[in-house]
Every structure is written in C-alpha cells, then in structure tokens.
C-alpha cells in the first residue's frame, strides 16, 4: 500500500504558496509597471532575483531569518513557542519565495501591455479605480495572469532545494514528491522513487499543457484586437 | 454652459501652451499636425493627465487651476472622451460597453438608458457582439453611446475618422453630426484635415509645435490665413521670405530677385509670402506680377499638372516654385520649357 502522503503535501504546500504569490506577485507588478524606469530597474532585479539563485541559497536566506537561532525564527520561537522550520507549512515559505518571481514576472509583462487608453476611458467615465482594476485591467490581463498562476503552482510543486533545507524530510510530516523521491534513491527503493517520478511527471505535464492551451487562446485573442 | 481651457505643461523638450474657449453646443476644432499636443491637450482637460500651470473651467465650476492648487479627479469631470481607437473594453460586450458608462444610474434605469441609447445610434441586434466583432463605425457609435451614457457636460473627440477608411467617412460623419445633435455641451474637435474641420466646425485654434493661436472662423482662417502653419493647414504649398517693396503696396522678394504687388497692406511680423500652387497661371508678359519661370521637373497627378518652375533671376538654392494647372491647360501652352506666369495680387499671402 502507497502512501499518498507526499502528494497531498505537495499539493496543500504548492497551493497556499500559489494563493500567496498570487496576490503578492500581482500588487508588486502592478506598482513596478508604473514605476519610474529607475526604480523599475533595481526593484524587478531584486523581485527577480529568487528565479535565478541556487535554491539552496534561497534556503540558506530563509534559515537566516526564520531559523530558530536568529531574527524572526527566534522571536517566534520566544513568544509564541512557535518552531518556523521543520514542520509541513514551513515548506510554504520556500516554495512561495521560489515561485514568486514567476507570478510578477507574467503579470508584469501583462499589465505592461495594458493599453492604458481603456483606464483613461473608464476615469472619464466615472468608473471608480477599484473598478477599472478590478473590472476592466484584470479581466483584460486574464490571460498572463492565470498562465502566471499556473506556472507558479507548478514551480511550487516542484521545489527541492529550499524545502530539503527548511521542511527538511520527515516521513508523514514534512514529506513532499519532490523530497520522497531524494530520499528513496538514496535508501535503493527503486521502486518507490520511480513511482513518484511518474506521479510527478504527469501532474507537471498536465501543468504545462494548461499553460499552453491559456497562451494559445491569448493569441487568438489578440489576432482580433 | 462653456469650456475655457487655458494649460500649459512640458514634456521633455515640448512645450504645450493653449489657450481656448469652447462655448455651448458649439463643435471647436484643435487642428494641427500629428504631434503638435492635441491629443495631450484634452487628456489634459479630461483629467487624466495634468498640467503644469494654468486654468480649466467648464460651467463655471473650476476643473483645474495651478494657482489655487484645484485638481478635480477626471471620474467628476463628467468630460466624454471619444478616444482615437475608441478604447472600448474588449471583454465586454457592446451593451455592457454602454453599461459601463451609466454606472452612476440605478440597475433599472440603466437599462432603459442602455436599451434607449441602442435605438438612438442604431445599433439593435449588436448588443451582445464583443468590440472585436463590430465593425468600425459601429464601434464609434458604440463608443459614442457609452459617453452619451456617462451624461457628460463637454465631449472630446480625438480624431474620430482617423482609424477609418475613407470611403467610410463621409457617411460616419453624417451620423457623427446627427449624434452630436443629440448633446447640448461644448465640443473639442481634434483633427489634421482641414476638409474634416471645414464642414463640422465653426471656429477652429490652430495648434502649431504645441502652441495655440487664437480660435477663428473656419473660412476666415482657410480663405486668409496670417500664420504659416494655418497657410499649411489651408494647402498653400510656396513659402519664400519676403519684405516690403520700395513703393506702398508692393512686397519685395530677395531670393527669386522679384517686386510683386500685394493686395493686402503690410503689417508688422510679416516675414514670409504664401502662394497657393493653384493660384500660379501662365500668363502674357505683360499682365500683372507677371514673371518668366524656367521649368525644373513636371509631375502628372491624377487630376492636374504639377510642375517645379525656377523664377528668372532666383537664387541658386531659392525655393522652387510649385504650380499646379489642369492638364487640358498645360496641354495647349505652346512652349513648357520657360514661360511666363503670375500671380493676382489678392492670391499673395502676407504670413507670419
């Protein structure tokens, strides 16, 4: 019998993480689309930055911080008894930082080529700016946003590097695909390894066939614009 | 019920300086050449830009003045703004386009209002079509209903013909001119045509390098114009430098060696003469401002002949001078190499 733990792990952390990211990564694209160009430059290379180091890095960071020896980790750990390492959620920080620049990078690129006369056109219209963003830039920037999302929830899902650090691997705890699968290569459970490479290789082709089905719909789109 | 607007804002090296009232029911053209501020100039009146100095004021309530640090967000302006490419919101569709500009109603009085407003610019059975899927006019019409909508107190319209084909236009600027019929306001008529401006508006502002001159009859302006780039505007080809002549009456011409007469008097700041292509005929030699021209290129248009004559005793780089002559006319002249031609004295155009 499988234990289907890992699974249900991936998906729960790669969720919250996404649903994080979500939200983070459309209000900072958002500010850094109509940032001057300078702030621009320094704030996308900072927000970028998770997407091109070493995971591992990432994971080193985040220990700087949340461990419990130092900063926020040992401040929880004082007042509120509270560990922010080794346990489920604490893969969650790893795979949102990981993800985040993702979820920016797309909507970024979205609301970038939001042709601003339709903002203007709703403000001469009296539309509030909570509509226009919510009712007229987001639905318009569809497309880029849920492609975003999608590859976010893919890349969460498949975060090593970090998580090993900061969840670490704890059988029916903190177990992920991605750490189950280092952890019976390394035992020889062939087997087992195997199985979770197959269950992962579908999840993240289905994942990226749902961001190509998105792009192509976005190209018919603006074929007609 | 009146818009006056007088702005002033800079952009990087241009400098937009306007001045301009637009009173009620009236359609005022801002005309100029693409690049010249006018599409600045009303994002700037709408709100959704900002000046660095100056006053907006329509009805009386003040929109924007520097000195009193007043702003009013565009979403009160109640200004519509008929944008270049109509910016209708492409995910919706054409009847909740409409909706979206009656939002200050209530759900049920928004219906009506939208349903009304279908009937009125004639656009039953596109209600449910998205942007994409409505032809250009149409689209204007949908873009205009959402304005109608809003309610607005002063309309912009900001090229309105331009995204169409031209075949299209003269039948959408019928429609345009029975949809403006339908609101009270003042208008602002962006355009670079001057045939566009010519039938739609009575007074037009020449806006020239973002600057305004001060709004004039349409055929006062086309018929005489006092600025280059009104000349410009009216399709007056030649501009040559030009001072006063020896005797009252007369302009002197440096670079083609030339003293014409003038009809108009001179005035001060004139420093350039305008001459309509049009108005150079082959003439005898001994008919008024009559000079001999040597012939530099022809061209055949579709409907006339153009030619690039030298004047005799022109300076070596002095512009040429372009005429342009039914081709019946060109055909019977006897000799096309040098001829004698002239210009009446009313046709010269004093500019400044």
């Known amino acids: 019998m499988m234990d289907w733990y890992p699974l249900w792990n991936s998906v729960r952390i790669a969720g919250i993480s996404t649903i994080i990211v979500f939200f983070s990564g459309i209000c900072a ?7 001057p160009r300078l702030v621009k430059g320094a704030l996308d290379a900072l927000l970028t930055l998770p997407l091109v180091l070493p995971p591992t890095v990432v994971g080193y960071l985040l220990l700087l911080v949340l461990g419990p020896k130092r900063g926020l980790g040992a401040f929880a750990l004082e007042v509120f008894h509270v560990r922010l390492t080794m346990t489920w959620w604490s893969a969650v920080f790893a795979a949102a930082a990981v993800a985040f620049p993702l979820m920016y990078r797309t909507a970024r690129g979205a609301f970038e080529s939001f042709d601003e006369t339709l903002a203007y056109a709703g403000k001469t219209l009296g539309l509030s700016n909570s509509y226009i963003f919510w009712r007229i830039r987001m639905p318009v920037c569809r497309q880029g946003i849920l492609a975003g999302t999608v590859l976010s929830f893919a890349r969460a899902l498949g975060e090593y590097g970090a998580t090993s650090m900061i969840a670490g691997y704890i059988p029916g705890r903190t177990a992920t ?14 087997a087992a390894a195997l199985r979770w490479v197959l269950v992962n290789l579908g999840i993240s082709a289905a994942v990226l066939l749902v961001v190509n089905l998105l792009e192509r719909k976005n190209r018919e789109e603006r074929k007609w614009l | 019920m009146a818009l006056s607007v007088q702005i002033q804002k800079k952009a990087g090296d241009f400098q937009l300086d306007v001045d301009f009232t637009a009173g009620t029911g009236e359609a005022l053209a801002l005309l100029g050449a693409s690049g010249c501020g006018k599409s600045m100039t009303l994002k700037c009146i709408a709100g959704v830009e900002r000046p660095d100095r100056g006053r907006i004021v329509l009805d009386g309530e003040v929109l924007y003045d520097s000195e009193r640090g007043v702003c009013v967000p565009p979403q009160r302006r109640r200004i519509g703004y008929l944008f270049q490419n109509y910016a209708l919101f492409p995910h919706m569709t054409a009847a909740q386009n409409i909706a979206a500009g009656a939002r200050h109603m209530e759900a049920s009085q928004r219906k009506e209002r939208v349903a009304q407003l279908v009937s009125q610019l004639g656009l039953e059975g596109k209600e449910r079509l998205r942007p994409f ?12 209903a959402r304005i109608l909508a809003s309610e607005p107190r002063a309309m912009l319209l900001d090229e309105p013909f331009s995204a169409l084909d031209t075949y299209l236009k003269w039948r959408l600027e019928l429609e345009m001119r029975d949809i403006l019929s339908l609101f009270q ?39 005489n114009p006092v600025t280059v780039s009104a000349a410009r505007i009216s ?53 008024r401002n009559a000079f001999f021209c040597e012939t530099v290129q022809v061209t055949e248009d579709v409907s006339a002949m153009l030619a690039a004559l030298r004047p005799k005793g022109a300076e070596p780089d002095a512009p040429l001078l372009r005429m342009e002559l039914d081709k019946d006319v060109w055909a019977a002249m006897p000799d096309h190499k040098g001829f004698w031609v002239s210009v009446e004295p009313e046709n010269l155009l004093l500019l400044e």
Do not use: M
């Open chain 1, 177 to 190: 695909i991605a750490t189950a699968v280092y952890q019976f290569w390394r035992t020889n459970d062939d």
């Open chain 2, 185 to 223: 306001g003042p208008v602002v008529w962006v355009s670079h045509d001057q045939g566009e401006v010519y039938r739609n508006c009575a007074r037009v502002c020449v806006l020239d390098q973002g600057k305004s001159s001060p709004a004039a009859g349409v055929r006062e302006l086309l018929a």
């Open chain 2, 235 to 287: 399709g007056c080809k030649n501009y040559v430098p030009v001072r006063p002549g020896p005797r009252p009456g007369t302009v002197e011409i440096p670079l083609w060696g030339l003293t014409l007469e003038a009809a108009a008097p001179w005035r001060e700041g004139v420093s350039v003469l305008g001459i309509h292509a049009r108005h150079v005929q082959p003439a005898g030699k001994d008919a």
């Open chain 2, 133 to 144: 899927q409505l032809s250009g006019g149409q689209q204007q019409r949908v873009a205009l």
């Open chain 1, 29 to 35: 694209a958002y500010y850094v689309a109509k940032a």
